[in-house]
C-alpha cells in the first residue's frame, strides 16, 4: 500500500497506451489451484507486511507466500505491474492495487472477477467495495481505505473562540481573518500538477455537487455548474490569497511538512499526518484537530484512497491467492493494518473499537470522511483522465486560463480521452 499518487503520470502512458479496453485473450483462472504464490505490492515502509505473511506461511507450509516489493513511488509499482501483466507472466499471484487502477486492470483482463460469497463484503465500508468493482463484478477485494481530512491548529481556533469549519464560507473567512491574527497562512493543499491535483479537484466538485464522469465513466460532467463551482473554490482561493500560491508547489509531504512546522491553520491531506504532526518534538504537537473536509454548503465529500487486493489472470494458483486475499482482510490482519502498518482498515467494526479510538482519536472522523467519499472516475484511462484534470485544472490556478476557459476546454479533452479519440 502506498499513500495517494504523488508522481507525474507521464511514465504511465506509455505502459498503458498498449492496453486495450477489452480484455486481451486472457488465461482464465481455475479456480481450484493450490501451492505457492506471491504477493505483489509497492515497497512496505514500515515491515508489517512481512510479519503478517509470516503467520501464514507458519499454517500453510504447502502454499507458502513470497512478498514481492516493487518501488515506492506509485507510478513506478503501477508500471512494473502492467508490464508484467502485459506479458502475460505467473510471477505475480495477488496484486495490491491502488484503489483508481483496478477498473483499469480490471478492463483490460489482467485481473480475474471473484466470487462474492467468499468474502464478507458487508464488513467493510461501502465505499470501498464500491471502488473494487467494475461493471457490476467484483474485480478485488478492499484492504485499506482512506480519506482526505481536514487538519487545523485545535489551540488557535480555541483562542478564537471558533468551531472547525464545516463549510468553504467558514474555512475561507477564518483563514483569511484568525490566521493572520495568529501569525499563521490560511489554507496548504496539494495544487501541483500531479495526481495530488487531480484528488483535490475532485473533492471540490463533489463538496460542491458534481461529478468529474458519470457512474458509467463515459458521460463527462466537469461543464457543470456544480462542477465549475467547485473549480471556482480553488481558483478564488489561490487568487485571494487565503490559499497560499506555495500550495502550487506542494504535494502531500511537503504540505504536511510546512503544516507541521506551524506555518498554516489548516491543511487538507491525509490520515498518516496525525501521527507525524503529534510526535515527540513537533512543533504542533498536542495542537492538531482533523475533521472532515468542509463543502459548499456542510460537510464536503474526500477521493476515496486505499487499496485493493486481486488476483492475476494469470496466476497459477488462484485458489490459494483468494484464501490469501481472504486471510489479509480478515479482522485480525485489518487491526494490523492500522496498528502496525498505520494505514487505515477497510473493516467497518474498527472503526469504533474503543482500544483503537483511544489510540487513534481520529478514527470516528476518518469513518464519517470515508462514508461520504467517492472513488475516482471508474474508466479504463483514468490515467491520461487524471493528467488532463491536472493540466487544464492547474492552467486555471495559475491564470492562464479563466475557469470557464479551463472547464471547457477539460470537457473536451475528457470526451476525447473516454470515447478514445
Keep these: 500500500m502506498r499513500w495517494p499518487l504523488v508522481a507525474a503520470l507521464l511514465l504511465l502512458l506509455t505502459c498503458v497506451a498498449s492496453a486495450s479496453p477489452a480484455a486481451p485473450g486472457r488465461v482464465p483462472a481455475t479456480g481450484s489451484s493450490t501451492g505457492p504464490i506471491t504477493l505483489v505490492t509497492a515497497q512496505d515502509l514500515t515491515g508489517y507486511l512481512q510479519n503478517r505473511l509470516a503467520v501464514w506461511n507458519r499454517a500453510h507450509p504447502a502454499e507458502k507466500v513470497t512478498l514481492i516489493e516493487l518501488p515506492a513511488a506509485a507510478d513506478d509499482t503501477q ?14 499471484d ?17 485481473i480475474t472477477p471473484l466470487p462474492r460469497q467468499r468474502f464478507p463484503l458487508s464488513s467493510f465500508l461501502p465505499p470501498t467495495v464500491d471502488a473494487a468493482t467494475y461493471r ?166 474526500s477521493s476515496l484512497g486505499g487499496s485493493d487486493l486481486a488476483v492475476s489472470s494469470y496466476s497459477r494458483h488462484p485458489r490459494t491467492a483468494e484464501r490469501l486475499i481472504q486471510f489479509m482482510t480478515g479482522v485480525a490482519s485489518q487491526r494490523q493494518v492500522l496498528l502496525a502498518g498505520s494505514l487505515p482498515p477497510a473493516r467497518a467494526d474498527l472503526y469504533r473499537d474503543p482500544a483503537l479510538v483511544a489510540r487513534f482519536p481520529y478514527l470516528p472522523a476518518l469513518r464519517q470522511s470515508i462514508l461520504s467519499a467517492r472513488p475516482r472516475p471508474k474508466n479504463p484511462r483514468y490515467d491520461q483522465v487524471s493528467l488532463a484534470v491536472a ?30 479519440s
Design 79 to 92: 508500471a512494473q505491474m502492467i508490464s508484467n501483466l502485459q506479458a502475460r507472466s505467473d510471477r505475480y
Design 94 to 110: 495477488v496484486l495490491n492495487l491502488d484503489v483508481d487502477w483496478t477498473a483499469q486492470f480490471a478492463a483490460a483482463g489482467w
Design 136 to 301: 457490476g463484478r467484483l474485480y478485488a477485494v478492499p484492504y485499506v481505505a482512506n480519506a482526505g481530512m481536514l487538519f487545523y491548529r485545535k489551540d488557535i481556533l480555541a483562542k478564537a473562540h471558533v468551531r472547525p469549519p464545516r463549510t468553504w464560507a467558514e474555512l475561507e473567512d477564518a483563514a483569511k481573518t484568525i490566521a493572520p491574527r495568529f501569525g499563521l497562512k490560511g489554507y496548504a493543499s496539494q495544487l501541483s500538477p500531479y495526481e495530488g491535483l487531480t484528488v483535490n479537484y475532485a473533492e471540490a466538485v463533489q463538496s460542491a455537487g458534481g461529478q468529474i464522469l458519470g457512474r458509467d465513466g463515459r458521460t463527462v460532467a466537469v461543464d457543470s455548474p456544480a462542477a465549475r463551482s467547485g473549480l471556482s473554490f480553488l481558483v478564488d482561493g489561490v487568487r485571494q490569497g487565503w490559499i497560499p500560491k506555495a500550495s502550487l508547489g506542494f504535494d502531500e509531504e511537503k504540505s504536511r511538512q510546512a503544516f507541521q512546522s506551524g506555518q498554516y491553520l489548516f491543511l487538507r491531506n491525509w490520515p498518516y499526518v496525525y501521527d507525524l504532526a503529534q510526535a515527540k518534538g513537533s512543533p504542533v504537537a498536542g495542537k492538531v484537530g482533523v475533521v472532515p473536509l468542509p463543502g459548499a454548503t456542510g460537510p464536503g465529500s
Design 391 to 420: 493540466q487544464n485544472v492547474y492552467d486555471a490556478l495559475i491564470g492562464r486560463r479563466s475557469p470557464d476557459g479551463a472547464a471547457g476546454r477539460l470537457a473536451a479533452d475528457l470526451s476525447a480521452i473516454v470515447h478514445g
